[in-house]
């Protein structure tokens, strides 16, 4: 179980988080954040010293507070799917002020034994891990088996070479018939086997994988539309407005309106 304590300080424009584990916070002084999934969109909640998030999972959240002491555990895939019967995919429902008695009594053991220099050992943390897993899969699951696991398919390496290409040649107008040059395979085998690795065909992975980069851009640099569709590699600005809507149910302007002032 990963355990830190986060000192917040003032933020006075709204900050992205986004955490790839599963998150249960504490706040460990009284504070107040302002939360939502748009910077325009936030909402103002107080917390009290002991108060507990269970926090949004790969999702973008937007925070902002005049600061905060948090001790934060992070939960591993492996001890939810335990605590499921081994289903894979579990996901947890969002909770921005969780009132749970027998979750606080754990997280606080947890900090306690933080405070006095975790001397009871790594065995101590993964015993409370699990028991936090199996309260949070009883009370919290939400949807599981959202997130399959692909079996067969290209191997890792080869995988990591197709994933490095597109990064590097998305601008360029890569085709199906490179990608499938750059790990030797005919174009239908790949086709097929980059399917079984991933769950998308390529065309879909190297679309998302556009998408996230104009995301980016959009959010960082004062850059024209067109600028950012042209280095993500749509030819046109309408080809890229239709795709960037049908990705994120937002034209790119209103995506943008969103993070810059």
Same mark, same amino acid.
């Given at each position: 179980?990963?355990?830190?304590?986060?000192?917040?300080?003032?933020?006075?424009?709204?900050?992205?988080?986004?955490?790839?584990?599963?998150?249960?916070?504490?706040?460990?002084?009284?504070?107040?954040?302002?939360?939502?999934?748009?910077?325009?969109?936030?909402?103002?909640?107080?917390?009290? /010293?002991?108060?507990?998030?269970?926090?949004?999972?790969?999702?973008?959240?937007?925070?902002?507070?005049?600061?905060?002491?948090?001790?934060?555990?992070?939960?591993?895939?492996?001890?939810?799917?335990?605590?499921?019967?081994?289903?894979?995919?579990?996901?947890?429902?969002?909770?921005?002020?969780?009132?749970?008695?027998?979750?606080?009594?754990?997280?606080?053991?947890?900090? /306690?034994?933080?405070?006095?220099?975790?001397?009871?050992?790594?065995?101590?943390?993964?015993?409370?891990?699990?028991?936090?897993?199996?309260?949070?899969?009883?009370?919290?699951?939400?949807?599981?088996?959202?997130?399959?696991?692909?079996?067969?398919?290209?191997?890792?390496?080869?995988?990591?070479?197709?994933?490095?290409?597109?990064?590097?040649?998305?601008?360029?107008?890569?085709?199906?018939?490179?990608?499938?040059?750059?790990?030797?395979?005919?174009?239908?085998?790949?086709?097929?086997?980059?399917?079984?690795?991933?769950?998308?065909?390529?065309?879909?992975?190297?679309?998302?994988?556009?998408?996230?980069?104009?995301?980016?851009?959009?959010?960082?640099?004062?850059?024209?539309?067109?600028?950012? /569709?042209?280095?993500?590699?749509?030819?046109?600005?309408?080809?890229?407005?239709?795709?960037?809507?049908?990705?994120?149910?937002?034209?790119?302007?209103?995506?943008?309106?969103?993070?810059?002032?």
């Amino acid at each position: 179980m990963k355990v830190a304590v986060d000192v917040l300080g003032s933020i006075e424009e709204p900050r992205m988080v986004v955490h790839d584990d599963q998150v249960l916070v504490m706040l460990l002084r009284p504070g107040s954040i302002e939360g939502g999934l748009r910077p325009s969109e936030l909402t103002n909640i107080n917390y009290d /010293a002991g108060e507990m998030i269970l926090c949004h999972r790969r999702v973008e959240h937007w925070i902002r507070t005049d600061g905060v002491t948090l001790l934060s555990l992070g939960i591993s895939d492996g001890m939810l799917t335990a605590a499921s019967n081994g289903v894979e995919g579990v996901e947890l429902s969002y909770q921005p002020k969780l009132v749970d008695p027998r979750l606080r009594a754990l997280v606080t053991a947890v900090n /306690a034994e933080r405070i006095a220099g975790f001397p009871s050992g790594p065995l101590f943390l993964d015993a409370v891990e699990q028991a936090l897993a199996v309260a949070l899969v009883d009370n919290y699951a939400v949807r599981t088996s959202s997130a399959p696991t692909y079996r067969g398919g290209l191997g890792p390496a080869r995988l990591r070479k197709v994933k490095e290409l597109v990064r590097a040649k998305m601008e360029d107008g890569l085709t199906i018939q490179e990608m499938a040059r750059a790990v030797d395979l005919s174009t239908g085998h790949f086709c097929h086997m980059f399917r079984k690795s991933t769950g998308q065909s390529p065309h879909q992975f190297v679309r998302s994988r556009q998408v996230e980069r104009a995301k980016e851009m959009l959010r960082s640099v004062e850059a024209r539309v067109l600028d950012v /569709a042209i280095a993500c590699g749509f030819k046109t600005q309408q080809h890229f407005a239709r795709v960037f809507r049908q990705v994120c149910g937002t034209s790119p302007l209103e995506y943008r309106s969103e993070f810059l002032p």
